[in-house]
T-cell receptor, first 115, second 108 residues
């Protein structure tokens, strides 16, 4: 169990650029979640996948945001035409469902700063 | 009003003190989680509970389903306990809904 891995850890970019983050979940976990956390706040749900299917998207996920999990393993979160309000920590978590309700395991996050 | 409310938002105590952090929620839940977040962002799951009480080392978590309230207690607090503690609830078996977090500082 190598844990949930996120890449990169930090991303600094100019407003208007596109960015893509990657999350590698724990290998036997079929659920993968994306959350966003702004300074001083708790995380907020963005979207989640069960295997390769995206089952729910938050209203926070505007049309500039897209997430994929093409083979049911790693996932990518892309933000197009970034805005200053996108500056936040983007957290990925994974869990398994074959044993009932299980805790989610979190990665260390990707901190995005928009200049 | 947030669906998950924590209190206090900030807590400073001396080493050795007994710490209590409270969480109230307003929605139906299948489970409640207590999470710890250190500077730099990583989140660690401390407890998942749906009834009663759980204990792990110096940490104790309780939940009262009827009152929609949970508490996290830390006995014999230590500076290494300094972190943000976050309460989160499962609605169904899917996403988590988080409180704002409680920033705990334990001074030596």
């Amino acid at each position: 169990d190598t844990g949930v891995s996120q890449d990169p850890r930090h991303k600094i970019t100019k407003r208007g650029q596109n960015v893509t983050f990657r999350c590698d979940p724990i290998s036997e976990h079929n659920r993968l979640y994306w959350y966003r956390q702004t300074l001083g706040q708790g995380p907020e749900f963005l979207t989640y996948f069960q295997n390769e299917a995206q089952l729910e998207k938050s209203r926070l996920l505007s049309d500039r945001f897209s997430a994929e999990r093409p083979k049911g393993s790693f996932s990518t979160l892309e933000i197009q035409r970034t805005e200053q309000g996108d500056s936040a920590m983007y957290l990925c978590a994974s869990s398994r469902t074959d044993l009932g309700n299980q805790p989610q395991h979190f990665g260390d996050g990707t901190r995005l700063s928009i200049l | 009003k947030n669906e998950v409310e924590q209190s206090p938002q900030n807590l400073t105590a001396q080493e050795g003190e007994f710490i209590t952090i409270n969480c109230s929620y307003s929605v139906g839940i299948s489970a409640l989680h207590w999470l710890q977040q250190h500077p730099g962002g990583g989140i660690v799951s401390l407890f998942m509970l749906s009834s009663g009480k759980k204990k792990h080392g110096r940490l104790i978590a309780t939940i009262n389903i009827q009152e929609k309230h949970s508490s996290l207690h830390i006995t014999a607090s230590h500076p290494r306990d300094s972190a943000v503690y976050i309460c989160a609830v499962n609605q169904g078996a899917q996403k988590l809904v988080f409180g704002q977090g409680t920033r705990l500082t334990i001074n030596p």
